[in-house]
C-alpha cells in the first residue's frame, strides 16, 4: 500500500475491507488519462484497431499499478475473443493479496475507436469501479437504451412504451411540448423508424456517429439541450452510462436485444435466465460506484488530448455515487523531466 493510501484511510477510518477508498477517485482519473494519451498517438491514422490496442494496453498497465484486487465484468470481450482487459481478467497489483480490496471494473479503454480514426467528435476512454456484485456482468451483446438527466419523477420512462409515450411523458414532465424534446440518437440504419417517429412528433435529433456513452451523459448536462437518450447499442456501454448516472442523477433503462442463438447461448453462459427483463439504474450499477472518463478527442462531454511542445494535456471528469461529487481535471503531463508547458 502507498504511502497516500495509508494516510488517506487513517484520516477516513477505512481499512482494506473498504473496496472504494476515497483515494481510488483520483487514481481512476491517471488509470483513464494513460489510456486516452496512448490513444491519442493514433489519431487520424485510420487503424481503429491499433487504437484500441493503444488504450488497452495502457489501461492495464495503469491498473496493474493499483493495490487492490480488480474483476473484469465488462470488458473488451470474452476471454477467447480478447488478448487483455478480457471480461474475467484479474487486474490490480494487490489481486495476489488476500487483504486487498475487491471490486468489479467496468471499462472500455477507447470508447469511439471509429471516432478516433476518423479523428471524430466524443471519443472517451472510460472506466467505473464498484464493489464486488455491484456492476451487472452483461453479455456482450446489443441494448435497447433509454436515458434522462435529474429532476424528473420517477417513473416519467417506461422502456415497455412506445417511443410516442415516452416523448409525451418527458414533455409533460418538463412542462413543454413534444416538439420541444431533443433526443440523442446513434446514426445507425437500425434507427431508421426510431428517427421517423421522433420526427412525426416534431422532436429535435441530435444525431451522433459512435460514442454512446457521451450520448447517454449528454441527457445530465443542460449545455447540450439533450433531454433524452433513444435507441439501441451495446450493453457494455449500458452498464458504463448507467453507472455516469447513477453518481450525477438520472434514470435509465435497458433490455438486452439478441439477435441469433449464439447470442442467446451467450447469454446463458452468463447466468441471464430473462431474454425480455427491462433492467433499471439499480440494476446495472448500485451501491458506491465511481465514474471515471478522459477525452481522446473533443466533445460535448470533454475536450481530447492536446500536444503542446514539452507537455500533453488532458481534460477528465470524475464521479463517485456515495457523495454525489463530479469532479473536473485538467492534467498537464511533462513527457521529459525539465519541460515546461508554453
Known amino acids: 500500500m502507498t504511502d497516500t493510501m495509508q494516510a488517506a484511510r487513517a484520516a477516513t477510518g477505512t481499512t482494506a475491507s473498504n473496496a472504494l477508498d476515497r483515494v481510488l477517485v483520483l487514481e481512476m482519473v491517471r488509470v483513464t488519462e494513460a489510456a486516452a494519451v496512448a490513444a491519442s498517438h493514433l489519431i487520424g491514422r485510420g487503424d481503429e484497431k491499433a487504437a484500441d490496442h493503444a488504450a488497452v494496453e495502457a489501461m492495464r498497465e495503469a491498473l496493474n499499478q493499483l493495490d487492490f484486487d480488480g ?15 478480457f471480461i474475467g481478467e484479474r487486474v490490480g497489483a ?101 428517427i421517423a417517429e421522433l420526427r412525426s412528433l416534431g422532436c429535435g435529433i441530435q444525431l451522433i456517429p459512435d460514442g454512446d456513452v457521451a450520448g447517454v451523459i449528454a441527457v445530465t448536462d443542460p449545455d447540450t439541450s439533450v433531454d433524452v437518450y433513444m435507441g439501441q447499442g451495446g450493453a457494455p456501454e449500458g452498464v458504463l452510462a448507467a453507472a455516469a448516472l447513477r453518481c450525477v442523477g438520472g434514470q435509465f433503462q435497458g433490455r438486452l436485444v439478441f ?83 508554453d
Request: aromatic share 4%; glycine share 10%.
Open 71 to 85: 474483476t473484469v465484468v465488462i470488458g473488451e470481450g470474452e476471454r477467447d475473443e480478447a488478448p487483455m482487459l
Open 94 to 194: 494487490g489481486r495476489d493479496n488476500p487483504n486487498a480490496a475487491r471490486i468489479d471494473i467496468a471499462l472500455d479503454p477507447l470508447e469511439g475507436t471509429t471516432i478516433t480514426a476518423k479523428a471524430g467528435p466524443n471519443a472517451l476512454a472510460v472506466l467505473a469501479i464498484a464493489e464486488q456484485g455491484c456492476l451487472l456482468n452483461a453479455p456482450d451483446v446489443y441494448m435497447d437504451k433509454l436515458a434522462i438527466g435529474p429532476g424528473y419523477p420517477e417513473g416519467t420512462i417506461d422502456l415497455g412504451k412506445s417511443v410516442t409515450d415516452n416523448i409525451r411523458a418527458i414533455a409533460a414532465a418538463k412542462g413543454v411540448q413534444p416538439n420541444e424534446i431533443i433526443a440523442c440518437v446513434l446514426d445507425r440504419p437500425r434507427h431508421a423508424d426510431l
Open 259 to 341: 439477435r441469433n442463438d449464439d447470442e442467446r447461448a451467450r447469454a446463458d453462459r452468463w447466468g441471464v435466465e430473462d431474454l425480455d427483463r427491462i433492467y433499471h439504474l439499480n440494476d446495472l450499477a448500485k451501491g458506491d460506484v465511481i465514474f471515471a472518463a478522459t477525452g481522446v478527442t473533443d466533445g460535448s462531454l470533454l475536450e481530447g488530448v492536446k500536444r503542446r511542445r514539452g507537455c500533453v494535456t488532458t481534460e477528465s471528469v470524475v464521479m463517485r455515487a456515495s457523495t454525489g461529487t463530479v469532479r473536473w481535471v485538467r492534467g498537464e503531463h511533462r513527457k521529459e523531466p525539465g519541460l515546461h508547458c
